[in-house]
């Protein structure tokens, strides 16, 4: 793994996930197989694959108070600020040290139970919003200032590590699990669906007493990876190698509006509140 400091003008950038986005680095860790913030690698120089090099910013200046409050804030959208690096460099704690007193609505992603070290931070911010009101997509209306989400698209341990170098799927349940009883706003993010191998209904009923809302994104083959994932499917599922070119080379779509539909009746019966982001 290659690591570097690197100076920038300014951790907060205006987003179309919301108002701002955090990235405390740039690179991550987790090197997932599928990782849609790839592309990310040509606005650096370095030569290592995505994956193996990390750049963690360094920034003098303050987040700023006034911009942010009553603002949405997510972190992070191309990296995962709770790589494993930022055990040894801290930077997303430094970062939600400065935004205890903002009442923004911060959102964090992850796929590491890192995130629990911050559990005093994170729960610290439930108590927010004493004059404002607002709505993570699919969660229930919270006067809170965190959701913290985790992306799960699987419970196969085996599947999950040879997708991912993050933490096991055990472990980010119960990272979630462990938010839940402390009163941290919760979504199970599922993504990215693989077609026919997703299991939507265990992982729904698996999270379902601990999770505010699901989230379903659908897998995206993007041209950096796709390739990749279709050859690996070849080799491991090689049942599913036809409906995936079916999908992915034909452009046919009907897979993700019936497993749409079948999401959303499933939820509702079962009470989970939902949304749906198949083909956004
Ligand atoms: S955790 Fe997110 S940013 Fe990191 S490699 Fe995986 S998909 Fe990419």
Known sequence: M???????????????????VINP???CPHACRYCYASFMKRFTNHEEPWGEFLDVKRCAKP????????????????????????????????????????????SITTKSDLLLRDLDLLEARTGMFRRATFAFDG?????????VASSINTLDEE?????????????????LQTCHEHGIPTVLFMSPIFPYITDFRAIVERAAPFVDAVWFEHLKL????????????HARYP???RDYLRIY???????????GAEAADFCERKGVPYQIFFLD
């Open 249 to 259: 080379r034909d452009g046919d779509l009907s897979y993700w509006r019936e497993l």
């Open 25 to 27: 680095y740039v690179g």
């Open 63 to 106: 987040l700023g108070a006034k911009r942010l409050e009553g603002k949405s804030v997510f972190m992070s959208s191309v990296t995962d600020c709770y790589n494993p690096l930022e055990a040894k460099y801290g930077v997303t704690r430094r970062i939600l040290e400065e935004l205890a007193p903002i009442e923004c609505r911060l």
């Open 222 to 233: 993007r041209p950096g990876y796709k390739e990749d994932i279709l050859a690996w499917i």
């Open 139 to 147: 969660a229930e209306e919270s006067k809170r200032g965190i959701l």
């Open 2 to 20: 290659i690591e570097r400091e690197i100076q920038v003008a300014d951790y907060v950038s205006p987003s179309k996930l919301g108002d701002y």
């Open 159 to 175: 599947f999950r590590a040879e997708m991912d170098s993050a933490s096991p799927i055990e472990r980010r349940l119960a990272m």
């Open 239 to 241: 049942q599913f190698y």
